[in-house]
């Protein structure tokens, strides 16, 4: 009896072994479907536009990919993309890029709607970002301004010292005449 009772609890003993062993082969299994699982749902969030990245991109272009991915945004607007008018927005704002116009660029984002980022697939990020890039633009266009008045400025400047320099050539003219006509006095008085 009581090697009934060892070859029954020896049994017992492997079988809790052996569900022990299924058991953590089963939730390894598990535990690897569910981690890829997150990972799956971690590559989706990141599907969401991120303009600072994009903008990184971008600058690292040559013109002759510039000039492509203007193509491409265009289209992607025709297409509906919603991004693809930040993403032109950008294109136009870029400093070296083939179609760099601030003016266009501050004037479509005037246009852009701005809804908080609560009701938007953009994240706060990239509503701070487009914010940060209506800001730059607004400082752009105004120092664009102000040296455009400078070189108005600067040409009334330089219109007023030629008229300056002609009126100080004439009067050396005159006393050159003045001077002659002084010693021509002066020898007739001898």
């Known amino acids: 009896m009581t090697i009934l009772m060892c070859n029954l609890s020896w049994s017992i ?20 479907f569910m981690l890829s699982g997150c990972q799956l749902l971690d590559d989706s969030s990141h599907k969401k536009p991120d303009f600072s990245h994009y903008y990184l991109w971008i600058k690292s272009l040559n013109d002759d990919e510039v000039k492509k991915e203007i193509v491409k945004q265009k289209s992607n607007i025709k297409s509906g993309y919603t991004q693809a008018d930040v ?26 709607p701005l809804i908080p980022y609560t009701e938007t697939t953009f994240s706060a990020t990239d509503l701070a970002f487009i914010v940060m890039l209506k800001d730059q633009l607004n400082q752009q266009l105004l120092l664009l301004e102000k040296i455009t008045n400078y070189k108005g400025v600067y040409k009334q400047a330089k219109k007023l010292n030629t008229a300056q320099q002609l009126q100080i050539n004439k009067l050396n003219n005159q006393i050159i005449q003045l001077k002659k006509i002084e010693k021509i006095i002066s020898n007739r008085g001898q």
């Open 13 to 32: 003993h492997r079988v809790i072994n052996e569900i022990e062993r299924v058991s953590m082969a089963f939730f390894t299994i598990l535990l690897i």
């Open 87 to 112: 993403q032109l927005i950008m294109l136009y704002s870029l400093p070296n890029s083939p179609i760099h116009n601030p003016y266009t660029a501050k004037s479509m984002l005037n246009d852009y």
